[in-house]
Nanobody
């Protein structure tokens, strides 16, 4: 089993920045892709960003491209999401996920392991 724990959420004003971190423990020997998803109240969970197993390829939703940056430290089993120029519509619970694939994908079904989420609230 793999356990994922997110941290770094909070309340920030529009235009501000936050950095989310996710630590993985357990059976993490397979360096699969990792990703961030988010879920706003009353909405479905949506893809935000992913990074490949070797950390070279990154993927972003159009809504966050140019504002968010994903990175990983495979030696430490961590993945970070730097969020800049935050907007009120970025308000959501952000979830870290570990894929069953080496390359990042947007499909929730490709991610068997999930953290419990961390709240990000952006005020206008």
């Amino acid at each position: 089993q793999v356990q994922l724990v997110e941290s770094g959420g909070g309340l920030v004003q529009a235009g501000g920045s936050l950095k989310l971190s996710c630590g993985a423990s357990g059976r993490t020997t397979f360096n699969s892709a990792m990703a961030w998803f988010r879920q706003a109240p009353g909405q479905g969970r949506e893809f935000v960003s992913a990074i490949s197993g070797n950390g070279i390829s990154t993927y972003y939703a159009d809504s966050v491209k140019g504002r968010f940056a994903i990175s990983r430290d495979s030696a430490k089993n961590t993945v970070d999401l730097q969020m800049n120029s935050l907007k009120p519509e970025d308000t959501a619970v952000y979830y870290c996920a570990k894929s069953s694939r080496y390359t990042g994908t947007v499909a929730l079904s490709d991610y068997p392991y999930w953290g419990r989420g961390t709240q990000v609230t952006v005020s206008s």
